[in-house]
């Protein structure tokens, strides 16, 4: 079954730092998609993004990258740069791709991330 | 831009109503998603849809039912409430489940049984 594992419930970091989040995911499909969101605190889900299990290379989006480990099972979201505004809960999610219709998005327990001045 | 519309921000329902929360999406998505939120539990799957009049239950699916009779809308039904079914509901689709296919999130619900 497939199952996503966030260990850290929080973290705080330096403004202008950069700040690893950590996520571990299980599946026995060989296809799969990894996801990470932000949650800040008005609510609202923002979609940061997204690494897909046959990709070569670390996805990287800005300030956003995914530092992705396939043998250990890892896809853990580097933020470079820290500002005031990232701020938020993060969340990590996985889709099993099996080329079918019933391909359910599961998250984790998220991260929230403080960062300080 | 993906329009996903909850139609509740909040509700406060009793114990043993039978509660419907509303989903709208208007980017023509065939799968759409029902999960709740808790503090120290992440994002849970209740049920998902991946075409009209089809659904799947996702990792919590007890208490609760779904309907989507239209493409765009998705419906979770509580059919009898309990106080243990407070929480946020989040309602999301995605174009496909494949790829980099993101969903898009609803603003929320926040549901208190009381």
């Known amino acids: 079954a497939q199952k996503i594992t966030q260990t850290q419930p929080g973290m705080f970091v330096q403004e202008k730092e950069a700040v690893t989040l950590d996520c571990t995911y299980d599946?026995?499909?060989?296809?799969?998609?990894l996801f990470w969101y932000k949650q800040p605190s008005s609510g609202e889900m923002i979609f940061l993004i997204y690494?897909?299990?046959?990709?070569?290379q670390n996805a990287t989006e800005g300030r956003y990258s995914l530092n992705f480990q396939k043998a250990r099972k890892s896809a853990n979201l580097v933020i470079s740069a820290s500002q005031l505004g990232d701020s938020a809960m993060y969340f990590c999610a996985m889709r099993e791709d099996r080329g079918g219709a019933t391909n359910k998005l599961i998250f984790g327990t998220g991260t929230l991330l403080a960062v300080q001045p | 831009d993906v329009k996903v519309t909850q139609s509740s921000r909040y509700l406060v329902k009793r114990t043993g109503e039978k509660v419907f929360l509303e989903c709208v999406q208007d980017?023509?998505?065939?799968?759409m998603f029902w999960y709740r939120q808790d503090p120290g539990l992440g994002l849970r799957l209740i049920y998902f849809?991946?075409?009209?009049?089809?659904?799947e239950k996702g990792d919590i699916p007890e208490g609760y039912s779904v309907s989507r009779e239209k493409k765009e809308r998705f419906s979770l039904i509580l059919e009898s409430a309990s106080t243990n079914q407070t929480s946020m509901y989040l309602c999301a689709s995605s174009l496909g489940t494949a790829g980099n296919t993101e969903a898009f999130f609803g603003q929320g619900t926040r549901l208190t049984v009381v």
């Open positions: 849809s991946y075409d009209v009049k089809m659904k």
């Open positions: 980017m023509d998505h065939e799968n």
């Open positions: 690494q897909g299990s046959y990709d070569q």
């Open positions: 599946t026995s499909d060989p296809s799969y998609g």
